[in-house]
């Protein structure tokens, strides 16, 4: 094996085929429909899209060029004009589809709303009027900073209607990292709340604002429009503040939809790297609207009567494909819920599903562990029998997540689609068609339509059968990163010249290690900043940590990767236990022995340590980097901003 690769070994051989009854009626029916259209997209990209962009988008301008490609910069559907808001809501209104719901929502403390596509259309009019009102034009930039109610999502649509790019930044994200993104993009207004619930408890979303904005920290900002949510009193700076209510009883609900190019930028959502501050990620309109609303119609069989639940926030990328844009631009009705399983109802969400009759439940591994380790009693008290489809996102799922899941909320009968994507992608890039693929449990499985996607090493050469490489994406997509925002050096290294180019053929580096067994399955192995080196061998933390999640006294488990002079480096994993279990000598050997049953002597790990919780950021990804600190005896150092709670790096720093 050469050394620019990375070792797989993770042995999954359980194949799963979609229900009958399910491809029967699904949108895409037989694996060769899926090879015909792949094959299309492939040999003629150009007229693939072009077919379905005129099919299914309303234009009020069609485009000269349906792609310039100069790499690494992509345009789409060039000289085109669309609106996004537009597409989301005003083509709905001729028919049926006016008096559906298109967001059905719930917040914590239980109050629902269920608003139809007229009323979210009027208010969108409203609060556009309102923007326009405080002086936003197209192109300016404007700050959301929202718990999980209607609003947000009413924000997000008001302003691609007038045309100015929202920076969505998620509620639980501190005041500096809030005053850091503002900053950057530039923003003129900032739309918030006065708090919102979580697990029963307020947070104070706009002490953090006053936090962010305090002594004109942000110079850019003219003003901040408040939702009133939870009722507390909080501060409210003269000139400066207003509330969202006043605004909407004064503007008026006539707005016409702004005519955008095709290229004119939509959002710019911030993302953060290992290293350096955080990534302005910038979306354009008409690519980015095409392929979220195509994915969201075959990846999830989207059907006229479908509940679709993504359980995602609206500030992270998947909110907004998969929340937002995708589903409402197919007419689809979506439920949100405000906040987390709260400590009184732990079962609340399977609540909602049965309430509602959820059809599709899209959610993430980092969910379904804690849906494990609370207990399958609460899922089986309820009625999950509307669900038809399930999905995930977000990181790998270890196999006996993947399980878990399929029999316990899927009832052995929902297909799962392990949706692989990334917020420069826009929208999902590997992923099974549910009513034709065979699914694997831990396997994102092949390409959607129009994506190029392969396995190579460092050269940029194509890796054998089972090598672990570097997955990349070989030709542009519809929605792909446009650029780092006011960085297109940083948008060049970063993304397009880790690999180089192979005979004039640019090559996305995606940063995640893949690989692709004899069937020609994928399997993302993680973040290649996670790969570890022991004797030689770059083993992907991911299936380290899928033998240990295997046993049933492991909630979580994440592996690093240490320094030793012996092997290069060693493994140490961090396990946080089932309720049921208490860490013990004999434990830590049980678990050892699982991973040398299940992968091998080579993949043993060194030491073992028990904690009450692992480092994740806001979006549940395990923060890889700083055990690796922690396990290497080292200061922790670098950005912690973008952690869930940092006091868990500090009970793990006195293990
Ligand atoms: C959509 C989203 C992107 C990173 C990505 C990868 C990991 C996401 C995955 C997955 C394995 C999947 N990731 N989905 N890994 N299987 N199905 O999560 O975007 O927050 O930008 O994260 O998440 O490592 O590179 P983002």
């Known amino acids: 094996m050469s050394p620019n690769t990375i070792e797989s070994v993770l042995q999954e051989e359980r194949l799963f085929s979609p229900p009958v009854s399910f491809s029967k009626n699904a949108r895409i029916k037989t694996w060769e429909a899926y090879q015909e259209l792949y094959e299309k997209a492939r040999s003629d990209p150009e007229s693939f899209w072009a077919e379905i962009a005129e099919r299914e988008l309303h234009w009020f301008k069609k485009w000269d060029k349906v792609l310039d490609w100069k790499p690494p910069f992509a345009q789409w559907f060039v000289g085109g004009q669309l609106n996004l808001c537009y597409n989301c809501l005003d083509r709905h209104l001729d028919g049926d589809r006016r008096d559906k719901p298109a967001l059905i929502w719930e917040g914590e403390p239980g109050d629902c709303r269920i608003i139809t596509y007229a009323q979210l259309h009027r208010e969108v009019c409203e609060m556009a009027n309102a923007l326009k009102h405080l002086g936003v034009r197209k192109g300016d930039r404007v700050g959301i900073y929202l718990p999980m109610i209607p609003e947000a999502a009413i924000a997000m ?354 940063g995640d290690g893949a690989r692709r067994d004899r069937d020609g399955y994928l399997w993302v192995m993680g973040r290649i900043d996670d790969v570890i080196n022991v004797a030689g061998h770059r083993l992907g933390t991911m299936e380290v940590e899928s033998a240990l999640v295997s046993h049933p006294a492991v909630a979580e488990a994440a592996v690093v990767g240490k320094p030793s002079e012996l092997k290069g480096e060693e493994i140490i994993a961090f396990i946080t236990l089932e309720d049921s279990y208490t860490p013990s000598e004999e434990l830590k050997k049980e678990l050892k022995n699982r991973v040398v049953e299940e992968i091998g002597a080579l993949a043993r790990p060194e030491d073992i340590q028990f904690c009450e919780a692992l480092p994740k950021t806001r979006s549940g990804k395990i923060v890889r980097r700083l055990l690796r600190s922690l396990a290497a005896g080292e200061e922790v150092t670098g950005d912690t901003s973008t952690l869930e709670d940092r006091s868990v790096l500090d009970r793990l720093r006195n293990v």
């Open 157 to 510: 649509l008001a302003c691609a209607r007038i045309g100015a790019p929202h920076t969505v930044v998620f509620g639980g994200f501190s005041a500096e990292a809030l005053k850091d993104r503002l900053l950057d993009a530039n923003a003129k207004v900032l739309i918030t709340a006065d708090g919102g619930w979580r697990k029963e408890d307020i947070v104070h979303l706009k002490q953090q604002v006053d936090r962010a904005l305090a002594d004109d920290k942000v110079p850019s900002i003219e003003h901040v429009i408040v939702v009133r949510r939870t009722g507390h009193p909080i501060h409210i700076e003269p000139g400066r503040d207003l509330w969202w209510d006043d605004l909407q009883e004064e503007a008026s609900d006539q707005c016409p939809a702004e005519p955008m190019d095709s290229e004119d930028p939509s959002f710019i959502l911030y993302t953060s790297g290992t290293t350096g501050k955080p990534k302005g990620v910038v979306h354009t309109t008409g690519g980015y609207n095409l392929y979220t609303h195509l994915t969201t119609q075959w990846v999830f069989d989207l059907q006229e009567n479908d509940v679709f639940w993504c359980t995602a926030d609206v500030g992270w990328i998947t909110g907004h494909s998969y929340i937002v844009y995708g589903p409402l631009s197919n007419g689809a009705t979506i439920l949100m819920y405000e906040g987390a399983p709260r400590p009184s109802n732990p079962g609340c969400l399977w609540d909602l599903i049965e309430k509602h009759r959820v059809t599709i439940f899209y959610t993430a591994p980092t969910a379904i562990r804690l849906f494990i380790k609370m207990g399958e009693e609460l899922p089986k008290a309820r009625d999950l029998s509307s669900l038809r489809l399930l999905g995930t996102v977000g990181e790998p799922i270890n196999p006996s997540a993947w399980m878990w899941y399929h029999r316990v909320i899927g009832g052995e009968r929902c297909p799962i689609v392990d949706t692989w994507w990334q917020t420069e992608t826009g929208g999902i890039m590997i992923t099974p068609l549910p009513g034709v693929t065979k699914t694997k449990p831990g396997s994102a499985t092949f390409p959607f339509p129009g994506i190029i996607a392969d396995v190579v090493d460092l050269d940029g050469n194509p890796v054998g059968e089972n090598q672990g490489g570097y997955l990349v994406i070989k030709y542009p997509w519809p929605s792909m990163i446009r650029t780092v925002y006011k960085n297109p050096d940083r948008y060049r290294s970063t993304y397009w010249e880790n690999i180089p180019p192979k005979n004039g053929e640019y090559m996305y580096f995606t």
